[in-house]
């Protein structure tokens, strides 16, 4: 299949518009799930380990199905970087999905992340897979290997901080919040949402293309004002929440 280089150029422009209006938009109202859903505002309701695996199951299957049928085979380095993408949401598919103790999600909330997953999948592997050249020496470059370095930091950090949020309550406990302690908390509210930031700054080194970098760009547009929220919700909430922690950013913001 050959590049579709207009396609890709114009669909990474407008993950990058896209994620500068979320940015603003999202500063006027909160997502619709978790602590900031309105009981009874929608009608339809999904489990929230079904909605998570519905909602990124998309991101792992499209490009692992592109890869599967793409002949010839890839090389080496498209091959690691679309795994390095497909980890991501493998562990956010089979393994998050099935630990999480959350409230029920709109299910119009689920379909658009499905949509957008789907969206996102496509662009990222049909960039590597057909637009995207890497010679032998890519292996070595330093781009890349800093690139993994970043995407494996922000990947661990946000494991480990969904790991200390889970903790926070009892098996089957759905409301009800505390203080999160532990990791990267301990500088900043967001630490998860931080941690995927970082992953994906990272990977967009690694593959030193547009795509990634809008992907980059519009994760922490879309989930930068998130942590500002929970940020302000702690602080309103609990009367001894740690004044030196910052929202999403360790000492800055």
Known sequence: MECLEDAVF???WAFILCGVAYFFSDRRTTGTYGRYSEAGKDRW???ARLGWFLQELPAFLVPSLLTLTTNPRPGW???LLLCTYCLHYFQRTFVYSLLIH???MPARTVRSAMIFCSLCGALQGHNLLHCTQYDDTWLS???LVTGL?????GMAINIHSDCILRRLRKAGETSGYKIPRGGVFEYVSGANYFGEIVEWYGFAMATWSLPAFSFAFFTMCSIGPRAWYHHRFYIEKFSDYPKT???LIPFIF
């Open 77 to 79: 380095g498209k091959v």
């Open 245 to 247: 922690r910052k929202a």
């Open 102 to 104: 959350s409230k029920p």
């Open 45 to 47: 309701m999904v489990p």
């Open 149 to 153: 370095l970043i995407f494996f930091l």
């Open 10 to 12: 114009w669909c990474s």
């Open 141 to 143: 470059d330093v781009r």
